[in-house]
């Protein structure tokens, strides 16, 4: 199963992008978002709890929304006001059965 996140690019600090990632097969439920900054350890971003609840890491509340297709088992990250310390190579994957991560979509924020 390979997991194809897409949708980043290069923006200007405050700016927008929305982030999708979809996996080869339905063996995989997607439901979580993480990212890797440079010469950091990989950090989860936000995902969706079994009972539906979704959390965020402070760094990001009010600002990025993980949306999950069911019918599709795709997962968007909508972010807003984007900052350049977001700025890094972003993941999807199952938050509690993770598999083979994917190559993520790089995102760079310039100030």
């Known amino acids: 199963v390979q997991l194809q996140a897409s949708g980043g690019g290069l923006v200007q600090a405050g700016g927008s992008l929305r982030l999708s990632c979809a996996a080869s097969k339905n063996t995989v439920m997607l439901n979580a978002w993480y990212r890797q900054a440079p010469e950091k350890q990989r950090e989860l971003v936000t995902h969706i709890t079994s009972s539906g609840t979704i959390n965020y890491a402070d760094s990001v509340k009010g600002r990025f929304t993980i949306y999950r297709n069911n019918a599709k088992n795709t997962v968007d990250l909508q972010m807003n006001s984007l900052k350049p310390e977001d700025t890094a190579v972003y993941y999807c994957?199952?938050?509690?059965?993770?598999?083979?991560w994917g190559q993520g979509t790089q995102v760079t924020v310039s100030s």
């Open positions: 994957n199952n938050r509690y059965f993770p598999i083979t």
